[in-house]
């Protein structure tokens, strides 16, 4: 109780200057962060927070040349960690203005890094505005004078010839991965990419978004597997997209207290992606069940 009370304080005082820069070293790298930045805090509850996505790379890229594309980058912190354990290139795509300064003092150092300053959509051109909460940004509909640059799927394929064949998603946009992934996934359907996002019912609803759907519509692209964390990246099972709507559905029911609620890490793997399915394997063994 006392640790839990010290946090909270802590946080109140760090948030009332958010973005004052400070250096911070974790999980193995030096990242430029606002002091507000929660990845510290995880790391330190959990030692397994983001090693999932950093692990499923280095394995992927045991087989095939590691390119990435990073939706929803904040700070880099994914696309430097990623970078620190493996060779290869990731397109970090980042649409909140205030956090692009910490991305680009991250990131541009890396030649093999590459960075849209734009919001990923498919949707109908509204206007979007920044919602911003303790380190992570989402994003609701807006006025046209908050309207920020916004970037299609097929459009970045076709301006970043080096990420034609795609290896790995990772997309961390709280409650518009159900949109994005299979749009992704459907531009880049020849690649077969491996797709790895955070799913969480509550921001998906908060955005406007079905849950549900996602999994039908990544079914019909011809993906099967998944492996499933929880929010601190701890394993939790391995389903397919035929199977996880029923622990999907459970995750999803409404909770007396929206801080009590929890979210997935998953990953996901074409039905002809051999050294994916190998990759999850190492990561999430197949006997591990909901």
Same mark, same amino acid.
């Given at each position: ?9 802590? /946080? ?21 962060? +606002? /002091? ?8 330190? /509850? ?10 499923? $790379? ?14 929803? %980058? ?32 991250? &990131? ?18 509204? $206007? ?13 509909? *807006? ?39 299979? !749009? ?23 955005? *406007?978004?079905?849950?549900? $759907? ?10 099967? =597997? ?10 939790? %099972?391995?389903?397919?997209?035929? =199977?996880?709507? &029923? ?5 999803? !029911? +409404?909770?007396?207290? +929206?801080?009590?609620?929890?979210? /997935?890490?998953?990953?996901? &793997? ?7 399915? $190998? ?12």
């Amino acid at each position: 109780m006392a640790s839990t009370v010290k946090r909270r304080v802590g /946080w109140l005082v760090r948030d009332r200057f958010p973005f004052r820069p400070v250096v911070r070293h974790v999980q193995g790298v030096e990242l430029v962060l +606002p /002091w507000s930045h929660r990845l510290p805090d995880y790391a330190a /509850w959990g030692p397994q927070y983001g090693q999932n996505l950093v692990e499923l $790379a280095r394995l992927l890229a045991q087989s095939d040349p590691l390119t990435v594309l990073d939706v929803g %980058a904040n700070v880099g912190d994914s696309a430097v960690q990623i970078l620190n354990a493996v060779d290869g290139k990731v397109l970090c795509i980042e649409a909140d203005t205030a956090y692009l300064e910490f991305l680009h003092r991250n &990131v541009d150092s890396d030649a093999r890094i590459s960075v849209v300053e734009a919001l990923l959509t498919v949707d109908d051109g509204r $206007a979007k505005t920044a919602v911003r909460t303790g380190g992570t940004t989402r994003f609701t509909d *807006g006025d046209a004078a908050d309207a920020m640059k916004t970037v299609s799927p097929g459009s970045l394929r076709e301006e970043f010839p080096d990420f034609k064949s795609l290896r790995l998603v990772k997309s961390d946009t709280d409650g518009y991965e159900v949109i994005l992934v299979p !749009a992704i996934a459907s531009t880049w359907a020849e690649s077969r990419p491996v797709l790895f996002f955070e799913y969480d019912p509550y921001l998906t609803r908060l955005a *406007g978004n079905d849950p549900y $759907a996602i999994w039908g519509q990544l079914a019909e692209l011809g993906y099967t =597997d998944i492996a499933v964390w929880d929010h601190l990246g701890v394993p939790l %099972a391995r389903t397919t997209t035929t =199977d996880v709507i &029923v622990p999907a559905e459970r995750l999803g !029911a +409404p909770v007396d207290r +929206p801080r009590s609620r929890t979210y /997935w890490d998953v990953a996901v &793997v074409h039905g002809d992606d051999t050294a994916g399915r $190998a990759a999850l394997d190492q990561l999430v063994p197949v006997s591990a069940t909901f």
